[in-house]
Nanobody
Framework: QVELVESGGGLVQPGGSLRLSCEVS????????MRWYRQYPGSRRDLVAL??????KEYADSVQGRFTISRDNPKTMYLQMNSLKREDTAIYYC?????????WGQGTQVTVSS
């Protein structure tokens, strides 16, 4: 079955950096675009960044200039997070969208604290 697995989360100090990865396995093809979402306790899941199959990128205003979304193959996506703030603390989710379905990972915890 299709599986999306996030990794790279952890505890960092304010101003530090983390690099999240999303690995896709299983019978998934023709991914149109992939997205990173994050969810705060008691809140809905919000879009952080998006990258299309053609390489177009979009970012939420709150992370613009600090986060960079990228990919090195159609089934691997990264989120480089620099200058991290306490308000970046959340569970980060990988999302892959095809013409047929939308897939989600289980999430990885990012905690920014001193």
């Amino acid at each position: 079955q299709v599986e999306l697995v996030e990794s790279g989360g952890g505890l960092v100090q304010p101003g530090g950096s983390l690099r999240l990865s999303c690995e896709v396995s299983g019978s998934i093809y023709s991914i149109n675009y992939m997205r990173w979402y994050r969810q705060y306790p008691g809140s809905r899941r919000d879009l952080v960044a998006l990258i299309t199959k053609g390489g177009t990128k979009e970012y939420a205003d709150s992370v613009q200039g600090r986060f960079t979304i990228s990919r090195d193959n159609p089934k691997t996506m990264y989120l480089q997070m620099n200058s991290l703030k306490r308000e970046d603390t959340a569970i980060y989710y990988c999302n892959a969208v095809t013409v047929e379905k939308t897939y989600w990972g289980q999430g990885t915890q990012v905690t920014v604290s001193s």
